[in-house]
């Protein structure tokens, strides 16, 4: 009998020896500077003819470490481990790019990267057009002969639209414009982009992967090693490069990554089917409901498996959604995901305040609307909490 290949998000670092022994666990190593012995050595490390490491911006052992495991589980090997989840995206968008280019972003991407898109990339001479990934068609009308690259999420951020990853990485590889595919939402226990088709991968480890809302982290890898090289140099010029101690407690985030996954996984459906019975709840929206509008794609492109997340609408305007929030006590009101409790953000007030209410409205995203990021409490005790709130705000 042969041993299942150890999944990458478990595998033993490689320590050195103590004496006779091993630790099982990674050392986080803090120095900043590295001693070499000559110059001829440390050329021969500049020239990668031995490994080492300089200085800890352009790169330490707890970043690889990570790093390494990361790649194993998106399928790319070189990816660079960044000081944030936003820093990967600037890596992709700013450290890939000239002036004179166009990008074309889904027109529902997380909000910094929306606003990367929006200002800072025209004020650098790059072009950028917004298109709805849930069709491929609006995708290629915003395409251009000097489009450089196509950012996409998996599923949209509150209203969890599935994009076409499919159609749109089709079209990429016919246009010759590089598909950069944000899988934070996602993450490579649900899908892994390159299998698609996807050139470039973006995760927020701060999320899922870490998974303890106590580091800020990032991480982008690419199928080409010159684009990795690219990325690798931007982040070590512009400073993104993350601390060992975040590293290091992001590997240990990642040993129980696939379990507090699946777990929250199977509370959103239970949520999801809850919520959607209830007095006063308009709509909810979890991907793998017969009634989420892309639930065909959410089949085919995640197989079956949802998120953790799950959105959802209450009637009552604002006055229902504070009563809500005041009573879903126990449940933190915080715009994050991927944390071992729950967490619930109220779009109208934090990710989407900067949008007009007509704005808002034609993303169908109401007063009452809410997203939730599923954590691991007991499935009936959260249920019983979203009750409490639901009947706070039909008193309103
Ligand atoms: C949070 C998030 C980011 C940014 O990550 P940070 O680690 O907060 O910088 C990017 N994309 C998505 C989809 C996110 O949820």
């Known amino acids: 009998m042969t041993d299942a290949p150890m999944k990458p998000s478990l595998q033993r670092p ?14 986080i ?4 500077v590295y001693a070499s012995e000559t110059p001829d050595t440390l050329d021969d490390q500049y020239e990668g003819r031995t490994q080492g490491y300089a200085y800890a911006r352009e790169g330490h052992p707890n970043a690889d470490a990570l790093a390494r495991r990361l790649d194993a589980m998106e399928g790319v090997s070189g990816g660079v481990v960044t000081g944030s989840g936003m820093a990967a995206v600037a890596a992709v968008l700013l450290g890939l790019t000239k002036a004179g280019d166009h990008v074309v972003g889904a027109d529902q991407l997380y909000g910094r990267s929306l606003r990367m898109m929006k200002e800072d990339l025209p004020r650098l001479g790059i072009e950028t057009s917004l298109a709805d990934p849930t069709d491929v068609a609006a995708i290629e009308r915003a395409l251009r002969p000097e489009t450089r690259l196509v950012l996409i999420e998996v599923v949209s951020n509150p209203t969890l639209r599935i994009a076409d990853l499919d159609g749109i990485a089709q079209l990429c590889r016919e246009r010759g414009v590089l598909l950069a595919v944000d899988n934070t939402f996602t993450t490579p226990a649900a899908i892994r982009p390159v299998d698609h088709g996807a050139d470039i991968v973006i995760q927020s480890v701060t999320k ?3 998974g303890h809302s106590d580091v800020t982290l990032g991480w982008v890898g690419a199928r080409e ?4 090289d690219a ?3 931007f982040a070590t010029t512009t400073g993104m490069s993350a601390s060992p101690f975040d590293c290091w407690l992001a590997e240990r985030g990642l040993a129980t990554f696939e379990l507090r996954f699946a777990r929250a996984q199977d509370t959103a459906a239970r949520l999801a089917a809850h919520l959607a019975g209830q007095a006063g709840v ?15 794609r959410a089949q085919a492109v995640l197989r079956g498996r949802g998120c953790n997340m799950v959105s959802f609408e209450i009637e009552g ?8 929030a005041a009573a879903a006590e126990g449940i933190a009101f915080a715009p994050t995901l991927g944390d071992v409790g729950t967490t619930l953000s109220h779009p109208p007030s934090s ?3 900067a949008l007009t209410p007509e704005g808002r409205a034609s993303l169908g995203i109401s007063e009452g609307f809410f997203r939730v990021s599923v954590g691991l409490e007991d499935p009936e005790a959260l249920i019983t909490t979203f009750d409490a709130g639901l009947a706070a705000a039909r008193a309103v």
């Open 351 to 353: 990710s989407h305040r």
């Open 208 to 210: 899922l992967l870490a």
């Open 14 to 27: 490689i320590a050195p020896r103590i004496g006779a022994s091993r630790p099982v666990v990674s050392p």
């Open 317 to 324: 305007g604002r006055a229902a959604a504070n009563a809500f």
């Open 225 to 228: 090693a010159t684009l990795n």
């Open 231 to 233: 990325m690798r140099v």
């Open 29 to 32: 190593m803090p120095s900043v």
């Open 282 to 296: 308009k709509r909810v929206l979890y991907p793998t409901r017969g009634d989420h509008p892309d639930s065909a």
